[in-house]
């Protein structure tokens, strides 16, 4: 199977080829920890999770490696822990900031894992790296790419040629689209941080250029060297990170000689009900939320992927309660599977979905495809391998109301009552209400059987009770 993905830094479509089949290496720029993850946080994992899902299975499951970093260095998780500490929480301020990280990666592992997304190979935390980012950030300075001034030090983006390539944009455009800050410790207005100082009340690592901390934007490049190596394979992320911080990322990789990623991938943006998702529309809400108004993990993850990545996505009231409706019947079949997970086989159109730039909606066609042909165990493998299948049926879709057994029985019975009183009407009225619910029916001289059949819908069944 070949793997075509589209890279932002060439604009095409390309058939993918590792630097080494036997360690696939990606990296995806992960979250700041400062508080709960919003619905448009879970794009980029759950696109991410697919490829990664993707390329186990073309390369074997431990010929991934997969790394999404935690940056838990912010001014906002030093509020809550300045705000806790001044409400009189016990604790140093460091340990009142790590209590607020440590909390905040607690409940995106449960969010995530509650969308069904794997968990990459390597969670680094910036704080982890402070080292490796100062090292690099000497580096940079001794081969005349960045600076030190005032207790800061600066990346020369007028000392890389190719900075903008990757967005497209020229750094000229960029000084006029005015997203630079001019300050006096910067030779160049598009020169950015790659370590300030702290002040005394904040969290500060001793450094060359006196106490401080790290840039954002560093963290990415030092950790990604770290634990993937100078050159690997992809790295991914929401298109609002393009520009600035993945150029500067490139940036500070390439001028410290490294090969940096061979491959991009952006993520659209998510809207709500054709609004962007914003505090002050009213429409903010995040993964938790959902969850605790009774939204599935898998039906956030079905509708998530019923839009290809390169699209803006939607979330829509509508596309829930139909994904949901979906899911229910597929989970309705897929139950019914053998007890061995390797007894379906992937449909080949599916893969060939998946391989095709991650064309998740043309995946999710064919898997409504196979659960109208009704095998269970095939369903269910093709289920699986999207991710809405993973450690047994989810209690949200049980459908024990829909075990067939107990509606083979009332035909029986019926039949039974029937053969005495010549009246077979009832008998009749029923097979045709199941065959109006999808449902086959089968009958010998004892027994009735009954199969789910096209278009089968588990709502009408259970009506049937
Ligand atoms: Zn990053």
Not at 69 to 87: C, G, L, S, Y
Not at 122 to 128: Q, S, V, W
């Given at each position: 199977?070949?793997?075509?993905?589209?890279?932002?830094?060439?604009?095409?479509?390309e058939?993918?080829?590792?630097i080494?089949?036997?360690n696939?290496?990606?990296?995806?720029?992960?979250?700041?920890?400062?508080?709960?993850?919003?619905?448009g946080?879970?794009?980029?994992?759950l696109?991410?999770?697919?490829?990664?899902?993707?390329?186990?299975?073309?390369?074997?499951?431990?010929?991934?490696?997969?790394?999404?970093?935690?940056?838990?260095?912010?001014?906002?998780?030093?509020?809550?822990?300045?705000?806790?500490?001044?409400?009189?929480?016990?604790?140093?301020l460091?340990?009142?900031?790590?209590?607020?990280?440590?909390?905040?990666?607690?409940?995106?592992?449960d969010?995530?894992?509650?969308?069904?997304?794997?968990?990459?190979?390597?969670?680094?935390?910036?704080?982890?790296?402070?080292?490796?980012?100062i090292?690099?950030?000497?580096?940079?300075i001794?081969?005349?790419?960045?600076?030190?001034?005032?207790?800061?030090?600066?990346?020369r983006?007028?000392?890389?040629?190719?900075?903008g390539?990757?967005?497209?944009?020229?750094?000229?455009?960029?000084?006029?689209?005015?997203?630079?800050?001019?300050?006096?410790?910067?030779?160049?207005?598009?020169?950015?941080?790659?370590?300030?100082?702290?002040?005394?009340?904040?969290?500060?690592?001793?450094?060359?250029?006196?106490?401080?901390?790290?840039?954002?934007?560093?963290?990415?490049?030092?950790?990604?060297?770290?634990?993937?190596?100078?050159?690997f394979?992809?790295?991914?992320?929401?298109?609002?990170?393009?520009?600035?911080h993945?150029?500067?990322?490139?940036?500070?990789?390439?001028?410290?000689?490294?090969?940096?990623?061979?491959?991009?991938l952006?993520?659209?943006?998510?809207?709500?009900?054709?609004?962007?998702?914003?505090?002050?529309l009213?429409?903010?809400?995040?993964?938790?939320?959902?969850?605790?108004?009774?939204?599935?993990?898998e039906v956030?993850?079905?509708?998530?992927?019923?839009?290809?990545?390169?699209?803006?996505?939607?979330?829509?009231?509508?596309?829930r309660?139909?994904?949901?409706?979906?899911?229910?019947?597929w989970?309705?079949?897929?139950?019914?599977?053998?007890?061995?997970?390797?007894?379906?086989?992937?449909?080949?159109?599916?893969?060939?979905?998946?391989?095709d730039?991650l064309?998740?909606?043309?995946?999710i066609?064919?898997?409504?495809r196979?659960?109208?042909?009704?095998?269970?165990?095939?369903?269910?493998?093709?289920?699986?391998?999207?991710?809405?299948y993973?450690?047994?049926?989810?209690?949200?879709?049980?459908?024990?109301?829909?075990?067939?057994?107990?509606?083979?029985?009332?035909?029986?019975?019926?039949?039974?009552?029937?053969?005495?009183?010549?009246?077979?009407?009832?008998?009749?009225?029923?097979?045709?209400?199941?065959i109006?619910?999808?449902v086959?029916?089968?009958?010998d001289?004892?027994?009735?059987?009954?199969?789910?059949?096209?278009?089968?819908?588990?709502?009408?069944?259970?009506?049937?009770?």
């Amino acid at each position: 199977m070949t793997i075509q993905l589209y890279n932002t830094k060439t604009r095409t479509k390309e058939p993918f080829t590792p630097i080494d089949p036997e360690n696939v290496r990606m990296y995806v720029c992960g979250p700041t920890v400062y508080d709960r993850a919003h619905l448009g946080n879970a794009r980029p994992v759950l696109v991410f999770d697919i490829l990664y899902r993707l390329l186990r299975h073309e390369y074997g499951e431990n010929a991934v490696t997969y790394v999404r970093n935690f940056t838990d260095v912010d001014d906002r998780i030093n509020e809550t822990a300045q705000k806790r500490k001044a409400a009189g929480a016990t604790g140093t301020l460091e340990a009142l900031i790590r209590e607020r990280s440590d909390e905040t990666i607690r409940w995106y592992h449960d969010d995530m894992d509650a969308l069904g997304a794997l968990r990459p190979t390597h969670e680094p935390r910036a704080t982890a790296f402070i080292a490796q980012m100062i090292a690099m950030i000497e580096d940079l300075i001794d081969k005349g790419h960045a600076y030190a001034k005032d207790g800061h030090a600066l990346f020369r983006v007028r000392s890389y040629t190719e900075y903008g390539k990757l967005s497209g944009r020229s750094v000229d455009d960029m000084i006029a689209g005015a997203r630079v800050e001019v300050a006096p410790f910067k030779e160049d207005p598009m020169d950015f941080v790659l370590w300030k100082p702290s002040t005394d009340d904040l969290p500060g690592w001793d450094s060359p250029w006196g106490r401080g901390r790290p840039g954002w934007h560093i963290e990415c490049s030092a950790m990604a060297h770290e634990l993937l190596g100078e050159s690997f394979d992809i790295h991914g992320g929401g298109i609002d990170l393009q520009f600035p911080h993945h150029e500067n990322e490139i940036a500070q990789s390439k001028c410290a000689g490294h090969g940096f990623a061979n491959v991009w991938l952006h993520n659209e943006m998510l809207q709500v009900e054709g609004k962007k998702m914003s505090k002050s529309l009213g429409n903010f809400f995040t993964v938790r939320d959902l969850l605790n108004q009774g939204v599935p993990g898998e039906v956030i993850r079905f509708v998530m992927l019923s839009t290809h990545y390169r699209k803006p996505m939607d979330w829509t009231e509508k596309k829930r309660d139909e994904a949901e409706a979906t899911l229910r019947k597929w989970f309705a079949i897929a139950e019914n599977a053998g007890i061995l997970w390797n007894e379906g086989s992937l449909d080949p159109e599916l893969m060939n979905a998946l391989a095709d730039d991650l064309n998740t909606p043309r995946a999710i066609t064919a898997c409504h495809r196979l659960a109208n042909a009704g095998d269970p165990d095939e369903l269910r493998r093709n289920m699986e391998i999207l991710g809405f299948y993973q450690k047994g049926l989810p209690a949200w879709a049980d459908t024990s109301a829909t075990h067939f057994t107990q509606y083979e029985e009332k035909l029986n019975n019926l039949r039974n009552i029937a053969k005495q009183t010549k009246n077979y009407t009832a008998v009749d009225d029923m097979k045709a209400a199941l065959i109006a619910a999808g449902v086959e029916v089968k009958m010998d001289k004892e027994n009735v059987y009954l199969f789910i059949g096209r278009g089968f819908d588990p709502e009408k069944l259970k009506a049937l009770q």
